[in-house]
């Protein structure tokens, strides 16, 4: 076989004969080698085996098609890209990717000192090529990561008119609905993507449509679907991550944790699986490990609403000044937040509602829910009005929130909470009793801090009495139009 192998006339460097082998490589099902992908690499005649991709070529890969991507490989791809436009600064499609990224890693690190970096690339994009529909997607990605979700959607619409076919900018449409409360349009626009396309990042993004519409069984057998079809790393790590959540949501802890560790075992800088593992362990008791948990990922990913979760977790512990720490880099990160054109006033609002100014988070969710009306943006208001004594419009914002005619369909426990103690506070019994129980059948671990208060609420409220028995036949046993 040595013989055969011997080219004639071929010498190395050093004067031995070249040898010419043929090795192919198959991808073992679960390894990170660019999509999983069954690879056949000859090796040359001159002996050097053929180049493996590029390790931005993962990261192209992702930030053209709108999936997770890792943040070695993000790195590697912006350098790359870089590199090409200080010798070619008019490839529009050299711009339209590096600004993709710096989406994508604003987005993976939460540091938004991206963003208007992530911009400039875009719009340098659109000049050197009016209208293309790569840099428009591109916008709208960077509107929905600024949560400014009208942005979002305009950019989006106009990255459809220049490419209707153009299956990656329907996912950012769908987003800036969400955003903006418009679920039935969100729904539309699923079903004109599911016909264009099929596949995992699909599929993640059906979940997250079946999710706020109320419909769990189906996001979790999406994500489920899309984890197991998710050929890199990254992408599969991150919605396990989104499955971890779900399960957070109705309680079931223990699939949670495993989501989240499975999560962060793929993808160590998969930060938001690990403040999942934190929220998690606090519920089990666990809460050294939740602590550990809460920091390292704020320490990689300093979010604001990891920094809030860790606060009340201190809070709940009797740490006081532990916590007011972590409010402190609250209100410093949404500031930079802020500076990067990032909108940060929801969870700004729903911080000074429980543990600041309460009237200066009625202004701030009062403006927020005019440019951007969302079932979250609703919650909030309403509770910060309870918590500044206006019960009554309160009740108004959080009806909003939980009822399925309204649009509130998620199923989530600190909603029906709000509006429950709301209702406890308008001296409501029945529907107060109705939803704080139904708060803690959702997810019996869903806070810290409040799960204990609505414990409390419900024993002082009681066992309910004939007149608590709603009639059926009355105009408030039925959902009010708008």
Known sequence: MEEDALQDGQRTPDGRPRVRRRVLIASVAGCAVLGGVLVLLPWESTGTREVAPAPGAQALAAVTTGVPAALPDLAVLIDEREARLRTHPKDAASWAVLGAAYVE??????????????????????????????????????????????????????ALRADRGRWTTYPQLIDAYLGLGKYKAAERTLDRLLELRSGPAVRARAAAVYRDRGRREDAAAALSDAAAAAEAPAERAAYLERAGQLAWERGDLDVALRHFQEAVRLDPDQRAALAGQGRTLAAMGRTTEA?????????????????????????????????????????????????????EELVLGRFEADHGDARSAVRRLRAEWRRQPGIAVADALGWALHRAGEHKEALKFARVATDRARGGAVRSALYVYHRGMIERELELAGPARRHLREALRINPHFSPTRTPVAEAALEELGEPSVEDVPDMHAKDAKPRKR
């Open 105 to 158: 890693q604003g987005r993976r690190t939460a540091e938004p000192v991206y963003y208007p970096k992530a911009e400039k690339a875009l719009r340098t994009s659109l000049k050197v090529r009016a209208g293309n529909a790569e840099a428009l997607d591109g916008m709208a990605a960077l509107a929905n990561a600024r949560r400014d979700f009208r942005a979002a959607r305009t950019w989006a619409e106009a």
């Open 291 to 343: 602590l550990n948990a809460y920091r390292v990922a704020l320490a990689k990913q300093p979010c604001p609403e990891y920094a809030l979760e860790l606060g009340e977790l201190y809070e709940s512990l009797g740490l006081g000044q532990a916590a007011r720490v972590q409010y402190d880099l609250l209100r410093e990160r949404a500031a930079r937040a802020a500076a990067g054109g990032v909108d």
